[in-house]
């Protein structure tokens, strides 16, 4: 069973405060990665897909990264306005399309 | 370009009662999937639609049902509602079903059970 496990559960930092989330998963062949952004009461953004590792993507302060087993959203001097609940999903390699979301990191940047 | 839409906002339903929600996807995506999504849980799948044939379903009962239409909007059906389906049911459409393509979530539709 395909597994996504987000740490931590909840982060608080000051604005210019550089940090990483942390996404670890389990799948038996992956597919691809996904970052999404999802502010209260709405649905989930796109931020990326990584495919394998190694893979580096970047937005703005965002940078996504993946090795075989995990994936880390960089977030480098942050603005209160980056936060949200960051959420990681994974899509594994075979018949079935269906994705396995994490429970999500929530990102609080105090002004 | 249109994003995904949903309807209705909210809904306030009563246990046993059938509910459905309706979802319009983003101009020329023909892919969409429902999840649901409890307070403080990432979204769980329920299922997928592509060019109007189920194409994957999730870990949920068959009360749970839906459709997608020639024009690739989709209806989410759920009968004999329970307490536990309180929560937000997202839709998000996606270019293929084919690939891990990016997909686009709508605002949602918050549904309280009582």
């Known amino acids: 069973e395909d597994q996504v496990t987000q740490s931590p559960e909840a982060l608080r930092l000051q604005e210019g405060e550089s940090s990483s989330l942390n996404c670890s998963y389990t799948v038996s062949g992956l597919r691809g990665l996904f970052w999404y952004r999802q502010d209260p009461g709405k649905g989930p953004e796109f931020l990326f897909t990584l495919y394998s590792a190694g893979e580096e993507k970047e937005k703005e302060r965002l940078k996504a990264t993946l090795t075989k087993k995990e994936s880390f959203l960089h977030i480098t001097a942050p603005k209160p306005e980056d936060s949200a609940t960051y959420l990681c999903?994974?899509?594994?390699?075979?018949?079935?399309?269906?994705?396995?979301f994490g429970r999500g990191t929530s990102l609080i940047v105090h002004p | 370009e249109t994003g995904v839409t949903q309807s209705p906002t909210h809904l306030i339903k009563t246990r046993g009662q059938q509910v459905t929600l309706r979802c319009s996807s983003q101009?020329?995506?023909?892919?969409v999937s429902w999840y649901q999504q409890a307070l403080g849980q990432g979204p769980q799948f329920i299922f997928q639609?592509?060019?109007?044939?189920?194409?994957g379903r999730g870990n949920f009962p068959p009360r749970f049902s839906g459709l997608q239409f020639p024009n690739y909007s989709s209806e989410l059906n759920v009968n004999a509602l329970e307490l536990d389906d309180s929560a937000l049911y997202l839709c998000?459409?996606?270019?293929?079903?084919?690939?891990?393509?990016?997909?686009?979530f709508g605002p949602g539709t918050r549904l309280t059970v009582t």
């Open positions: 999903a994974v899509q594994a390699a075979g018949g079935s399309y269906i994705p396995t």
């Open positions: 101009s020329g995506h023909n892919t």
């Open positions: 639609y592509y060019r109007e044939e189920e194409n």
């Open positions: 998000a459409s996606s270019l293929s079903s084919l690939s891990p393509t990016e997909q686009y």
